[in-house]
């Protein structure tokens, strides 16, 4: 397998994941990963329904902290681990809950997402597409993503740029950058010029879109417009989805005009060739 390591991986630590960080690591061992970054949940201001705890999406930093730290050193010279974080996205206060939060940690790499809109979760059909037009509530996702970035820049990459596909009602098979494609551009030239990067995050295959999160069509759009920053993630919240796709991963950027991907450490990023 040509890709070293796995950037995006959620055990215990967040709400929506049960597996220990140690059978995590133990996997990605078994897998032949040489570098794996935890990047649990914080998701300020997260809207959640009955059903779920009011911090499901919001890491204890200091517990989590304090196991990585412990494997770190029962791993040392086996497995790099990184301390990271999914930073959820949103417009308003919780921009400077983000801010103050991202000062607080020493993290080696941090992943901008948006899995709200407008305060609504793509993933509740009914709450974000409540029977309208698939194209209004894409465009909406996309244009409020743009709007998330301007006034946040406290990231590496953004993950999942087009997460809202995966719930739509027809899933992605009416994605054409014909009809969206001002949309990515507005939100890539805005990443390209604050030195951002975006995500190449696998876990589309699991999801039945025929490919990775973003589209081929936008990470070959990233790179024409000059960007050069793309991690690698599974996004994987079990050991069985780890790592999965790597090594299409790696031809399909190869094949959109990559040459390298990128590991953060630091928050500075270290580019091995795919």
Not at 49 to 72: I, K, Q, S, W
Not at 182 to 196: S, T
Not at 209 to 215: L, N, Q, R
Not at 246 to 251: C, N, V
Request: hydrophobic share 35%; glycine share 8%.
């Amino acid at each position: 397998m040509a890709v070293i390591a796995d950037t995006h991986l959620h055990s215990a630590f967040s709400g929506d994941s049960e597996t220990p960080m140690k059978a995590m690591i133990e996997k990605a061992l078994e897998l032949g990963l040489k570098e794996i970054c935890f990047t649990e949940h914080m998701d300020f201001d997260f809207v959640y329904t009955e059903d779920e705890p009011g911090d499901m999406f919001e890491v204890n930093t200091d517990a989590y902290l304090y196991d990585l730290l412990r494997f770190r050193q029962e791993y040392e010279g086996r497995m790099k681990l990184l301390f990271g974080i999914e930073l959820g996205m949103q417009t308003g206060p919780t921009q400077r809950k983000n801010l103050m939060y991202c000062k607080e940690h020493e993290f080696d790499f941090v992943i901008a997402s948006s899995h709200l809109c407008n305060g609504k979760d793509p993933y509740l059909k009914e709450s974000f597409f409540g029977g309208r037009d698939e194209k209004e509530a894409y465009h909406e996702y996309f244009t409020y993503i743009w709007e998330c970035i301007r006034g946040f820049q406290n990231f590496d990459v953004y993950g999942h740029l087009d997460y809202v596909l995966r719930y739509g009602p027809d899933t992605n098979k009416n994605f054409t950058m014909a009809e969206y494609g001002a949309d990515i551009d507005k939100i890539l030239k805005l990443l390209i010029e604050n030195g951002k990067g975006i995500e190449a995050n696998t876990s589309g295959y699991a999801y039945g879109m025929g490919g990775p999160h973003p589209s081929f069509d936008i990470l070959k759009r990233y790179r024409e417009l000059g960007g050069e920053i793309i991690t690698i993630g599974s996004d994987a919240h079990d050991c069985e989805h780890m790592a999965q796709h790597f090594d299409d991963m790696a031809a399909l950027l190869k094949e959109a005009g990559f040459e390298y991907y990128c590991v953060f450490e630091n928050r500075y990023p270290e580019y091995h060739r795919l």
